[in-house]
Structure formats: structure tokens, C-alpha cells
């Protein structure tokens, strides 16, 4: 299997490359620490489109490119109207003459395909409603750094959401021991599911699946939790709350992991409702690691696209 352009899915990649970018986002973090300047994208520009609001995504990579020696350019999602005022394909070719990678957060994932399948330049994924690779990557960094990425299990807690379905991929590629946890009608895509068994049947990981949260979190090192209505579910906020009121990750929840079990959010939290205030700011909690490692994975990951000539 050859390294593919684009970064769009955790499932199109070898292991082999994946864990060559979780090792080298590390080199990356470390040389930050040590003031290093790194310049793999001296000279080069990167196009930054953003639909969805977004604080980590889109400031991770703003700092990524600019300390990795490369100019980001942000282009508004109203100034272009992808696929409206001008087709997917001649915003994808005219960008490819102007810069030389694309990062696209997107509501629809086949927006994201669409302009990978268009641009001679790559394109990253930085979260649509069906996958959110990149924040995957760096789940898996801050799991290297607190424990082990293969044998300690990882539990998600709460919704079927982009985020699992690219925890799920993450698994199956590398091998790891995943069980999400999610009311029977909120659970996580089957395509998406099959896959990850399928990936998981040649990697040796162990995917299970839950719907109570006490059982599911009894091996846990890692418990996981993300919001119960995402971008663009908001009238559905109160319908998932009634749905996941059992789903909340709170002290009793957290007593039932084993000791030491470490709690991961994605972010942005809704303290009160997914997770408790108690909880976040707990010394299981490492969110703010997590959230940090936005930064080292996509520079990791830039690196690994770009063209060096």
C-alpha cells in the first residue's frame, strides 16, 4: 500500500506511515520545546478553508504553518461558496496554481473528497461531519505519552460521531484496543464499523461495543467523552439530552474505571452535560495535552505531504 496524497481518512494509510508521523510529531514537539526552527515549508503557502467555527483546528494550524516556515492563507467559506458560485473542481484546479496544500473543515465529507480529487496539490482533512483524522492523530500522541497505544483500552462514552468513526479507523490501523460506548440508536456508522473490523483483523486490535457505560469503562486506561450535539445537531440538543442522560462522565463513572484510568475530551466541552465540571478539572483529566498535540500532529502530518522540491 503506497503513501496516498492526501490526508482525508486514518484508514487509507499504512500503520507503518502512521506511526512514522505520531513518532515524528514528537521529534516536532520536543524540538519546539529546545526553540528549533523546523522549515520543511520554507517558501510554501497553505490554504486554510474553514466552514465550521473552530478554535484548535484552525489556530493549530495557522502557528503549524507558520513555524514550519510556510505562509497560511485563510480563505472564508463566503467568499468562494464552494460548489455555488463556482464549481468544486475550477476551485480546486485554480487553488492547485496558487498554493501548494489545502487544509478544508467542512460540514459535508464530500466536499473534502471532492476537492482531493480535483487538486494536484494535497489536501488535509481538518474535520467534517462524517471524520475528524487529525484530532485522532493527536488522541493517539497524548495516549503514547501517557501510556501504551496498543494495550491500554481506550472507552469513548457518549455519541456515534465523527470523532469514534476516526477513533475506530485509528484502531484498526494501528492495532490499538478500542470499546465505544453509545445508546443503541446514536451508535457510530456501520460502514465505518466493518471497516475498522476489517482493519482490525490484520492489525490484531479488538473493537467492542457497548451500551452501558459502567461495564463498558470496567478495563478502561482511557475514558473518552465528546459533546452529545455537534455542529449543526443543535435542534436536536434537547431530544440528546434525555437520550445520553446516562452517558454523563462524572466521578461515579471515572471510580468505576480502574485507578488511574486518564480522562480525554476533544473539545470544546459542555461542562455539566457530557462531562462534569469535577471531572475536567480533575487530575485524570488530560484534555489540554490533547488539545496541544493538534498542533505537533498536523505539523507531522504537512510535512509528510508536502512536495520538498
Not at 475506530?168 to 445508546?183: E, F, S
Request: charged letters at 25%; a negative charge.
Amino acid at each position: 500500500m503506497s503513501r496516498p496524497k492526501d490526508f482525508i481518512s486514518i484508514a487509507d494509510w499504512p500503520p507503518e506511515e502512521i506511526v512514522r508521523m505520531l513518532d515524528r510529531a514528537a521529534e516536532l514537539k520536543r524540538l519546539r520545546a529546545a526553540r528549533v526552527p523546523v522549515s520543511m515549508l520554507a517558501g510554501k503557502s497553505v490554504l486554510l478553508y474553514f466552514e465550521k467555527p473552530s478554535l484548535r483546528t484552525y489556530v493549530s494550524f495557522g502557528i503549524g504553518v507558520s513555524e514550519l516556515g510556510g505562509t497560511p492563507v485563510y480563505l472564508p467559506p463566503g467568499q468562494v461558496q464552494l460548489g455555488g458560485r463556482e464549481a468544486l473542481q475550477d476551485v480546486a484546479r485554480n487553488l492547485s496554481r496558487y498554493c501548494h496544500m489545502i487544509v478544508a473543515r467542512t460540514f459535508d465529507h464530500d466536499l473534502v473528497v471532492g476537492l482531493a480529487r480535483h487538486a494536484d496539490k494535497p489536501v488535509v482533512n481538518a474535520l467534517t461531519d462524517d471524520l475528524h483524522p487529525c484530532q485522532a492523530m493527536a488522541d493517539a500522541l497524548t495516549i503514547q505519552e501517557h501510556g501504551d497505544l496498543r494495550s491500554d483500552r481506550l472507552v469513548w462514552v457518549g455519541d456515534g460521531n465523527n470523532m469514534v468513526s476516526s477513533l475506530i479507523h485509528l484502531a484498526g490501523v494501528l492495532g490499538m484496543q478500542l470499546t465505544v460506548c453509545t445508546p443503541e440508536r446514536y451508535g457510530p456508522d456501520p460502514a465505518v464499523v466493518e471497516r475498522g473490523r476489517e482493519l482490525a483483523a490484520a492489525s490484531g486490535g479488538e473493537l467492542r461495543f457497548e451500551t452501558d457505560p459502567v461495564a463498558a469503562v470496567k478495563d478502561a486506561a482511557f475514558v473518552y467523552t465528546d459533546v452529545w450535539a455537534s455542529m449543526g445537531q443543535e435542534s436536536q440538543a434537547e431530544e440528546r439530552r434525555s437520550a445520553f442522560a446516562g452517558y454523563q462522565v462524572n466521578a461515579q463513572l471515572m471510580a468505576a474505571a480502574p485507578s488511574g484510568a486518564r480522562f480525554l475530551h476533544c473539545l470544546p466541552a459542555h461542562r455539566g452535560e457530557e462531562v462534569t465540571e469535577e471531572v475536567l478539572e480533575s487530575s485524570a483529566s488530560i484534555v489540554f495535552d490533547q488539545a496541544e498535540n493538534r498542533l505537533h500532529v498536523q505539523k507531522a502530518i504537512m510535512e509528510a505531504l508536502v512536495d520538498p522540491s
